[in-house]
């Protein structure tokens, strides 16, 4: 039987969240997010953030990230991010599509992190000018493409020059409580008390059926997203049902204890492939160059996983999922230590 | 307590669809619609349409409209509809926006049905011009937002003025159930048989938690359906549990016995409410002329419904849910029948 | 030899902005609007209008148009606009296209005006709600479709209410010096001081080349208008050469001594064809009642004009140009005179 | 008095143009593309490039461009570009506003051109899936915005490529004229017999008023283009006169002999400029890294044209216009011989 690694968002739903979805079947309840459930979310999420929040549910984190841009960003906008970000690589012109034609203008940086030196050299080859897209918001991701994680004196750096210039600083979150765990922070601590303005709270991919939710630190920018969301058809009718998701994920810290689980099995495979990583280990997924031989002996030992990089280039992607088994965890250190040996003994 | 009639939507979900999402939760499985259980999909619609379909599911009945007729016409398309259709009032512009700026134009007719003159004269009335927007889809409602159904030949003689011209013809199923179990008709008369191309199949509304599906006919004109879908972030990773709820729903006639029950309790209702009846009762609404003391009368006893119509004339839109309580049926049957007392001694 | 009556925008170029484009042919000059005959634009229109305005050239009417709408409204916002308008029935959808999926929603009234009770129930019909468009703007035709004009007290009252509601008031001026002119106002009194926010100030139809202005007079909405004029491709690098225009246009009241006498002659034409009258004749278009046979009667004479309304109807339009050879009219005063002869002895 | 070589777009209209538009206003003409000016573009075209084309006047570059680029694209598609592009840098997004969202792709290559090596990567960085935007035209700048020209031979190994990917090819050719007169090549040969799908034809920066047009070698792409153009307020009414500028400039080659005056006085200052030129002069445009105090030495003696590159880079742009007075190119070289000069002597 495989061993999947390819996706957390292969993995199934936590039991609490399924048993929510069940507990939340009872008789009528008003529709479009003006049920019980939906009503609380506000005030659930405020005491996670520590200060008043408004939360807006959807199914997905491409909708959670386009609809938020497409809140900062006129038509003409252009927003900075990292040339590894989902909404780049893996949304299929969303973020494009919910703004009217914005454009995003790509950074890159080690570990998927941008810098604050490239922002500023981005900033600075894009003046205002009527002849050219005005930067207008900066897009983020904690934790990484490349599963790494920005520090909150990092995030603030960037939010900092961000919004010297005027930009809004979103966050694409889809796996922020991996973030929140990985770095010991409270979640304020990396979000609006760092500068940022929007995040993209991911829940999906860490134990949720379909629940994301975006979460305005900054009232003012809410404007018309209640009328986007509608209009991209991300409002359901059934609300109740995506708001017990997420009540659930907050409930007794089960989105933290999920996401625990899951970084804490990385760190392991981390130990065991320590001279294959490319990029630290601070979330729920490692970047391994391993070869294309290795490769091939890992998928011959029956675990699943992407290829990374360029064809050709020995590199994979793995990631742990909130539910992984423990034996998956365990024969796939063992599979790397053998690899390891090797690539040492290979690499003087 | 309140008896609910305002809506389908405020419905829970039917017990059979929570038991399958439960059971789709089982470990890891492909995502974006690669796993089991939606690639049964295209077989089990298909046995359903007695021919071979391609199935696209969906969160929303909006996003399956709005979609879809983005498929079908181009920027400078016109879609023709009756000014009663939900795409026209209640999806706040999703049509144009997934389309990219697509017309509605608009038509009247009883029962909120188009009449093969109306159509007729519209698009008598849309030459083609480069200077004018370019009627390319017809899309008609079944059951009709007022409760009525178009029969098989009156799709049929709609379908060929359309085709005739040139436009594609989309159907917005949302109560898609209803209609079939009110025309006691296959699903195949009144679709592709009739001259459909594309139907919004909706299962929400009738027990769904949140499951929808685009039915193509004709396949040619899928063309970048899968694109557009992900790009509005309206494909799902963990679309087995969407999949999942319209297996359970089409399963041993489940979707039929649900409408079924409703259908058969709103005839109990239009037998008690004849006199008020502003339209036919052929699906799960009943359109009544109560007048405003007629509509307080009602919510003082704890029945819950929307206005309908302009503002001061007395209209009443009621709903009945595949869960509707017997007990709030009759009860309501006893307070129109006070009514309508009332009503026929008004009315000499 | 053919006696044109098709469209003011079949006229040639008056022979003092011929004149000007060769005068601003001297050398090189800034481009995009720095030039010195575009920076004098504010200050001449400021002038005209007896307050500081802010204006933007354009190439055509419809660009002035839909960049002017899409500055008014988000992409989910709707237009109220009277059905007749040009830019419901001869933009191809630009108003839809430049906002990016905005809805026209259209109103009747007699001689293709608004009035003030339409306006007030399409308000009331689209009320607040986050599942359907907002109004955000009231687009008016002054002169109107239909050859009609408002008068300083009828703009007043639907801009009033335009206003309460928070919608902005845009005015299509394609044929504006002729309603100018027709009503014996100033421009301000038809504009501004009625509670016009920003107007489609024409020219092209009266005597340009291609030359059209947006003209704000609330520079709050200016906004983002600069951008958008860009991006669709509307800003000109040789600017300098439709402002050269649009200053030849103002000078000595040109414009309103070719509006004058298009206004002129179709009022002699308006005496010989009264009893076919439509509408009042208040600016330079005609819209008369001839018959099938008549339109022959007069096609076989030379005449050509378009026909009007539905096919059978028997209904023409006839407009009058800033250059319309006298003796046309004379000999078209001379074929309606027939006509009229005829109507009048067959209908007693 | 300053002298500019700042931008071709500066300079003012030949009078063979000027001519043609006086000589064009006579009477009354059919409106919208209809008259007789207009109707004899194709053959005219048809001529130039050998073979039947078909041809679209429009008021912008821009327009061109952009209009081309969404004719070949879906609004998920990417078009695949240099990053010194035009449709990049200088439009302000109309590419991603008139295609309803597409991405522009950008690569890396000396000289402003693409090469084979870089549109091969990038397309096997763009593989066909669901989650990414689809590659779907290369778009070539003929001559580039450095100055450069690609050879016939260059142009057809990129079309290759782009065609056996299923790419459209658009060339934005602002200055192909200058092109043309650069390589002393037919238009065909760098057009449609290197695999050139669409050509932006530019001649508002070679002497015309304001007038380029959209050629289109296939003609199975037109598709939609014409219902785009109106869409985007492109269609002018008075279109006889953009039509009689397009005629004058292809009459007698005027428009080579234009673009041959400006490439020659281009040649005398590269030759003055030798050591200083940062790429082959090959049209009217010289790149020149003169450092901030050779810029400022050159300002301070009258002569006006942009920086280019990251400021204090001490780089230059000099454009040289088909007007461009002798006496300013001859100034031009003394100073620059200074430079050189002294420039030599620092630079061993």
């Known amino acids: ?17 399924i048993a929510a979805i069940s507990a939340a079947n009872t008789g009528f309840a008003r529709g479009y997010g003006d049920d019980d459930w939906s009503l609380q979310l506000d005030d659930r999420f405020s005491e996670i953030f520590e200060r008043r929040v408004k939360v807006f549910p959807v199914s997905t984190g491409t909708a959670a990230n386009s609809l938020a841009l497409a809140t900062l960003v006129p038509p003409y906008g252009a927003i900075l991010t990292h040339e590894e970000g989902h ?6 012109g969303a973020p494009e599509f919910m703004s009217g034609g914005a454009r995003l203008v790509l950074m890159q940086g080690a570990g998927a992190k941008v810098t604050p030196e490239a922002l500023a050299a981005t900033l600075a080859a894009n003046p205002t000018s009527v002849h050219t897209m005005q930067p207008r918001a900066l897009s983020l991701t904690q934790a990484t493409e490349l599963g790494t994680v920005y520090s909150p004196a990092e995030l603030q750096a960037l939010c900092t020059l961000a919004h010297a210039r005027g930009l809004a600083v979103h966050m694409d979150g889809a796996r922020f409580a991996n973030a929140v765990v990985g770095l010991g922070c409270s979640p304020a601590e990396i979000t609006w008390r760092a500068g940022i303005d929007i995040l993209s709270f991911g829940a999906t991919k860490n134990g949720a059926l379909t629940a ?8 003012e920018r809410i404007a018309d997203f209640e009328f986007r969301r509608k209009r991209a058809a991300h409002l359901l009718s059934k609300m109740r049902f995506v708001s017990a998701q997420l009540l659930a994920y907050l409930n007794q810290g089960l989105w933290l204890r999920l996401a625990g689980r899951a970084n804490t099995l990385a760190q392991r495979l981390a130990a065991a492939a320590a001279p294959l990583l490319m990029h630290p280990v601070q979330a729920n997924e490692l970047f391994l160059r391993v070869g294309d031989a290795g490769a091939a002996a890992l998928r011959a030992s029956g675990f699943e996983f992407y290829d990374w990089g360029a064809s050709g280039s020995g590199e994979v992607r793995l990631v742990v999922s909130w539910n992984q088994p423990e034996e998956d965890v365990d024969a796939l250190c063992a599979a790397l230590a053998k690899l390891t040996a090797g690539a040492s003994s290979r690499c003087p």
């Open 87 to 92: 909404i780049v690589r893996d949304e299929c």
């Open 1 to 17: 039987m495989a061993r999947y690694f390819k996706s957390d968002n292969t993995a199934p739903v936590a039991p609490e969240i």
């Open 212 to 219: 994301e939710a975006v979460v305005f630190f900054d009232c």
